[in-house]
């Protein structure tokens, strides 16, 4: 029984010491990536004022461009 209580009562306080931080507010910073890179030859194609049939023959090749280099803009993204 004892055992039981003492794992109860460190839940029950691990939750209260997380709801207190988020709570209190930690201060962090609203908007720590900039998505601008990810994806960013679709969304290209996407805004391109073109003809549909012709984004629509660019889209399979824009999303495996983006695809490949998908790492590379997530990193990008929270350096810049």
Known sequence: M????RRIATVA?????LTGMLVTGT???ASAFDDEYV?????AVSDMDANP???VTLFP???V?????LPFAVVAGFVA
């Open 65 to 69: 461009v983006d695809a490949a280099f």
């Open 39 to 43: 994806f960013a030859a679709t969304r």
């Open 61 to 63: 090749l824009t999303v």
């Open 53 to 55: 049939a012709l984004k």
């Open 27 to 29: 201060t962090r910073v």
């Open 2 to 5: 004892q055992p039981m209580r």
């Open 13 to 17: 306080l691990a939750a209260l010491l």
